[in-house]
């Protein structure tokens, strides 16, 4: 009975988790370039049964789980909707790779394509992080910059582009770690150009979040309804506990 208590605890544990994780996606919808949260769960390693009394040893009759653990989350990286904004300085990754932003804190990753341009005509995000090229910020100066699919950057009156967007990569996408700002912190794996030719540049667009709003909605009202359930298991067990201490102590 015990172990079914701790079964329905830690379904309500993960269902917790699940729906935050659900929310977070809803609430990011708009969010251009965020990638949804998609929590795992999966069932608790399992221990052994014995069957025991007065006249036989104790033998293995089989095994139970304690039930599921739900802590772990994954992001999902997969590529969002263009939108088209016919903005110049909006920017769109299709395929893998990440923007290479420095920030205070160093170099950060982001799908987030909507830049601007700050006093001194560098490519910055929103919240004044600049966009990396082969060698550096991109200063764009005062015009209306062109920038081609391979991320070549052109300002008017230029015959050479004035520097090329340095797209990232990194082996172990799990390694990523989400930061305010859209901002994904690579931690210790290494970001490494993406090969030329393997994602385009669009100008003009920005990616929008990859998030299923139907989906989102269908999953927490199900959340909810498995929540509902798993509380009434939880007070049921409560309920058969107390009874059966009660007549332990009448006998």
Do not use: C, W
């Amino acid at each position: 009975m015990i172990r079914g208590m701790y079964a329905s605890t830690s379904s309500l544990l993960m269902l917790l988790h699940r729906q935050a994780a659900l929310s977070h996606n809803l609430a990011n919808a708009s969010t251009p370039g965020i990638k949804q949260e998609i929590v795992l769960a999966h069932e608790t390693p399992t221990r052994p049964l014995f069957q025991q009394g007065e006249s036989v040893s104790a033998q293995a009759i089989g095994a139970l789980s304690a039930g599921v653990d739900g802590t772990q989350m994954r992001i999902d990286y997969s590529q969002g909707p263009l939108e088209s904004t016919g903005r110049s300085l909006d920017l769109a990754v299709t395929g893998d790779g990440f923007f290479r932003v420095q920030t205070p804190q160093g170099v950060r990753l982001t799908r987030d394509g909507t830049f601007h341009r700050d006093s001194a005509g560098t490519l910055v995000t929103a919240a004044g992080n600049a966009l990396l090229g082969q060698n550096g910020p991109i200063h764009i100066g005062d015009g209306d910059p062109y920038i081609t699919e391979d991320g070549s950057v052109f300002v008017p009156g230029a015959n050479a582009p004035v520097e090329q967007i340095a797209l990232g990569q990194v082996a172990n996408l799990d390694a990523l770690r989400t930061e305010g700002d859209n901002l994904i912190d690579p931690g210790n794996e290494p970001v490494t150009r993406m090969p030329a030719g393997e994602t385009r540049i669009r100008q003009g667009f920005v990616e929008g979040a990859n998030v299923d709003l139907s989906g989102a909605m269908v999953g927490m009202m199900l959340a909810l309804r498995s929540y509902e359930a798993a509380q009434r298991s939880l007070q049921m067990q409560d309920e058969t506990l107390r009874q059966t201490m009660d007549v332990g102590r009448l006998a």
